[in-house]
């Protein structure tokens, strides 16, 4: 049995090598693969850009709660969206999407849960409600 030769690299490098090998497939009977693929590496490229290091911005003016408050703020945004998105997942199904797109209205479940932790717990309660009916 072959070894796994993706197992060690970092998402940066996961992320580029689904790109390209999802750009040769889309030209070939598999594309279906291609498109997932593509799919796959938007989830590591959202991955990449929440845990980026902002040590960079202390080199300049920045001061460490500036720089560090906003990757905390968008460490955060991430989890809040992974817990909302598998949550709905697991309770919905294929039916997840559509009830977490944000839609026009002040309220919306997405907007509910991405607002705050409380909105996130409020949100998971809702769920659990659908998943007992």
């Given at each position: 049995m072959a070894t796994n030769?993706?197992?060690q690299r970092s998402r940066a490098d996961l992320f580029k090598a689904a790109q390209n090998r999802a750009g040769k497939l889309l030209a070939s009977p598999h594309s279906d693969t291609g498109h997932l693929l593509l799919s796959l590496a938007m989830e590591l490229h959202d991955a990449k850009m929440a845990t980026?290091?902002?040590?960079?911005e202390l080199k300049?003016?920045?001061t460490v709660l500036e720089a560090?408050?906003?990757r905390l703020e968008t460490l955060?945004?991430?989890a809040r969206y992974e817990v909302l998105r598998d949550a709905a997942d697991a309770v919905l199904g294929r039916r997840a999407r559509a009830w977490l797109s944000p839609g026009y209205y002040e309220g919306s479940p997405y907007q509910r849960?991405?607002?705050s932790d409380a909105g996130l717990l409020e949100i998971l309660g809702e769920l659990?409600?659908?998943r007992r009916q």
């Open positions: 030769p993706y197992n980026r290091s902002p040590r960079g300049g003016s920045g560090y408050g906003r955060q945004h991430q849960g991405m607002a659990e409600a659908l």
